[in-house]
């Protein structure tokens, strides 16, 4: 592991007064400006924060800068989280890319989201000029049949809630300790409807994918990450691979240094230009 220097970052947000996005700037080497530079994006889930899972571990082996965060109502930035409040974290993705671009002079060159994260980073790649231009996307358990998550069962739960006092409220444990979110009928439809299906014809065609799904994700279906693989496979250059864990659930749950070290290679044969399109048989020798 490189020696890197870390700094926590507050990014007043224009949209709330008195909220800063918290983040934590990983360098090589310290430099500011240093206008040009390659810096890769890490993006938490939903209840998640900037460290937990994959994200940290990650941040501190990869061969470039980073910087991860935390999106409003989590953690350690202000704000209220929304179920539905998709746009919201849009907004602050965009916050955070013009203050590192102004600030720093940084270029986005890899972007990695987890579940939530992804959804976002998919629309902040397709329609932003800076998205256009990133050479290499990880979604680590991208939804794409949002709809989908009306089908779960705990989900179900909610909805009884709602009928009977007008929200649920969700309890998860975040970076160790137990907060409570109040999720409204709105804000379940709000998600579902929101729409995925403009990655078939507006993802750019020169972004390496590397989608990486666990085969027992009981959040989001493992088939999800097929359909992602349909809709990228064809673009040229850019290439798709898909990633498929046996027994990994939605946050990879004991195998979160195998998530890096997948994420490491792929990045590693982008960086030499290597990739194809096809089943990343990352970690797979000889014969089973």
Not at 61 to 83: C, V, Y
Not at 119 to 145: H, L, P
Not at 181 to 204: C, G, M, Q, R
Request: some cysteine; glycine content about 8%; proline content about 3%.
């Amino acid at each position: 592991m490189a020696n890197r220097i870390s700094t926590k970052i507050f990014i007043p947000h224009p949209a709330e007064t008195d909220c800063s996005i918290v983040g934590v700037l990983e360098q090589l080497s310290e430099a500011k400006p240093c206008p040009g530079r390659k810096i890769a994006l890490i993006l938490h889930g939903a209840a998640g924060h900037k460290d937990y899972l994959f994200l940290k571990r990650l941040a501190l082996r990869l061969p470039m800068d980073s910087f991860r965060f935390d999106f409003r109502g989590n953690h350690e930035t202000a704000g209220i989280w929304k179920q539905g409040g998709l746009a919201d974290d849009l907004e602050d993705l965009r916050t955070v890319v013009e203050f590192l671009q102004v600030h720093y002079g940084y270029v986005i060159d890899l972007v990695v989201g987890h579940s939530r994260g992804s959804i976002v980073s998919f629309r902040w790649i397709c329609t932003s000029e800076e998205g256009a231009n990133v050479s290499g996307f990880v979604n680590a358990s991208g939804r794409y049949r949002m709809k989908k998550l009306l089908e779960r069962e705990d989900v179900k739960r909610w909805q009884q809630s709602m009928s009977t006092v007008g929200y649920h409220v969700w309890s998860p444990i975040v970076a160790r300790k137990q907060v409570s979110f109040k999720i409204y009928t709105e804000d379940l439809a709000t998600f579902a409807n929101w729409d995925t299906s403009f990655v078939w014809d507006s993802f750019p065609a020169s972004t390496d994918v590397l989608t990486i799904h666990g085969l027992s994700d009981n959040a989001v279906p493992s088939y999800d990450a097929i359909i992602y693989a349909r809709a990228l496979n064809e673009r040229d250059p850019g290439t798709h691979s898909l990633h498929l864990m046996e027994d990994a659930d939605h946050n990879f749950t004991g195998r979160q240094d195998e998530v890096v070290d997948i994420i490491l290679e792929w990045w590693e044969k982008q960086k030499e230009s290597t990739l194809k399109s096809g089943i990343w048989m990352s970690g797979i020798r000889g014969k089973l």
